[in-house]
């Protein structure tokens, strides 16, 4: 009898399992301010990773079995004295796009820091950490490197940079070169060689390489256009590694420029090529989302199909056969279902370290915060948010067009520079803070003059009285619409000022490379401080 219920079990728990696993899956994979992915495979298992701009840590490490379920594990640049982002480095400067590659038992990740020293490699065996120091590669200066190893065991270095003197042949010109690698040492090998400037004569911003070897034949992957409306993926053949690599007749092979604003998903590029266990061709890589023709959740990750296809060309990539575009839900890879677990959505602080969700801007280089009795503390520090510098403020993505984030603060001050609260943030120029104050509680709206420079507008929305030590801020998020509120308890909340909106931090209007983010902030706007403020808890939850 007990072997017959254990029969019964097995088979009602295989039947469960299977009415749970779903035929499709949904774009984006990863949401909210994940762009420029970068994948490969070990076994039976995914590792991604993506750039990360001025936020430490950097270049976060995210692990699937089925390439729809994700989660992070951990990041490649994870100690301040690994790289040093300083104060001054300026809005989306820092960690550009990164590929991850392993071989021969080893994790690769390779990026450039932009406004550091320039292009350099970390390693790790177990890909959770630790990473190593970086390795740094002293060459052409580029962007967007990535690793390649060929069939004798020889390492090679791409790059986005022009090294044939064609830099000013036209506007925007750019191009893909290649150069042998000692991998241990980041020395550069033999003389650097251009592989192309793109798929046409006047391309542009040609970057982002990959670079594949597929039934004997070479198959170069770039990103074409831009981030913007003219976003594309291209590829390059070649019998040889060291070309001549020609433009593929499907190119591109990916884009949604001929579409406008007439699709909801716009700017599609700057991808990577995986293949599974069972030989099938997948691609991972970067789109937005519009609402009202605003990106307010900037550049995310998407998946999509790839038939591996022999043309007149050579191996051609079709990205979705039979579609040819991104779509939202499609049928997922065939792959075993592999739910992680889900991020989350409430921090109680209980840890001894703030999670993988976490991150702050530039190097935290001071000790200004503590994980103390259930609480993040925040040190209230002279250095402020609209600065280029690392104050106190922790922030998460945001992950979707409809949020709610709040948090519930403990701060007593009685001096008028003393301000801690909740921020959503764009860059240093464009945020919304809204702040507890000495006796009010105050919503802040600043706004960037220009796409480019830190020069801004500030203004108060709306100042109230609030004398309390303890606050419940929150801010609620639907499309373009933002509202901010504040109360003694989440049960008691009240509005402050009028609804906000949140298009100002879109890429249409802010511009530029990082994302939208929302946290934890303390100040005492440029006077030393002794005082701390406290947070009890963090929420950060889709609604949608």
Not at 261 to 285: M, S
Not at 427 to 436: F, G, P, V
Request: glycine share 8%.
């Amino acid at each position: 009898m007990h072997l017959v219920f254990k029969i019964v079990v097995f088979l009602l728990s295989g039947f469960i399992f299977s009415q749970n696993t779903p035929n499709t899956f949904k774009n984006p994979i990863v949401s909210g301010f994940h762009s420029d992915p970068s994948i490969c495979r070990v076994g039976n298992t995914y590792y991604m990773t993506h750039p990360t701009l001025e936020w430490f840590p950097a270049l976060p490490i995210m692990r699937s079995k089925d390439l729809v379920n994700w989660e992070k594990i951990g990041h490649a640049i994870e100690r301040v004295d690994q790289i040093h982002f300083p104060d001054g480095l300026d809005n989306s400067l820092g960690m550009f796009a990164p590929s991850i590659r392993y071989n021969n038992g080893t994790f690769y990740v390779i990026c450039t820091c932009v406004g550091c020293n320039g292009n350099f490699i970390v390693t790790a065996t177990n890909p959770e950490g630790p990473w190593s120091d970086p390795i740094w590669i002293k060459g052409p200066g580029s962007i967007d490197p990535t690793l390649f190893w060929d069939d004798d065991g020889k390492s090679y270095f791409l790059a986005a940079g022009i090294v044939n003197g064609n830099r000013n042949k036209w506007p925007g010109i750019n191009g893909i070169f290649m150069q042998e690698i000692n991998v241990k040492t980041g020395g550069l090998l033999g003389e650097p060689i251009q592989l192309t400037h793109g798929h046409a004569s006047n391309a542009m911003w040609t970057e982002g390489p990959r670079l594949f070897k597929i039934n004997g034949e070479y198959l170069l992957m770039v990103a074409e256009g831009g981030t913007n409306e003219n976003h594309a993926i291209t590829v390059f053949n070649s019998k040889n590694l060291w070309g001549p690599y020609i433009p593929n007749h499907a190119n591109p092979v990916m884009t949604h420029r001929h579409l406008g604003y007439t699709y909801p998903i716009v700017k599609t590029g700057h991808g990577d090529l995986v293949q599974t266990q069972q030989g099938n061709w997948w691609a991972v890589l970067h789109a937005k989302r519009p609402i009202k023709g605003q990106s307010v959740l900037c550049r995310e990750t998407f998946l999509a199909k790839v038939e591996m296809t022999n043309q007149e060309s050579g191996v051609t990539p079709v990205f979705n056969p039979g579609i040819g575009l991104l779509q939202f839900e499609q049928e997922r890879p065939n792959l075993p279902w592999s739910p992680v677990k889900k991020i989350q959505e409430r921090d109680e602080f209980n840890n001894e370290k703030l999670g993988f969700e976490w991150i702050c801007l530039r190097s935290p280089i001071e000790n200004w915060y503590k994980l103390e009795e259930g609480k993040l503390k925040l040190k209230l520090r002279p250095k402020v948010i609209d600065s280029l510098v690392n104050p106190s403020f922790w922030a998460q993505r945001i992950r979707s067009h409809h949020f709610e984030i709040s948090t519930q603060l403990t701060f007593n001050t009685k001096k008028n520079n003393e301000q801690a609260g909740l921020v959503v943030y764009r860059k240093s120029s464009t945020h919304y803070q809204l702040l507890k104050e000495k006796s009010t509680i105050s919503l802040i709206k600043t706004v960037a003059l220009k796409q480019t420079g830190t020069a801004s507008t500030k203004t108060v929305v709306a100042t109230v009285p609030y004398s309390k030590d303890d606050v419940v801020l929150k801010v609620k998020g639907y499309n373009l619409d933002l509202q901010f509120y504040y109360g003694e308890n989440e049960n008691t909340l009240k509005p402050i000022g009028k609804v906000q909106d949140f298009s100002i931090v879109s890429d249409e209007i802010a511009g530029r490379f990082n994302g939208t983010v929302a946290g934890l902030y303390a100040t005492s706007n440029n006077i030393k401080s002794s005082n701390w403020a406290i947070f009890n808890w963090f929420q950060n939850r889709n609604i949608n």
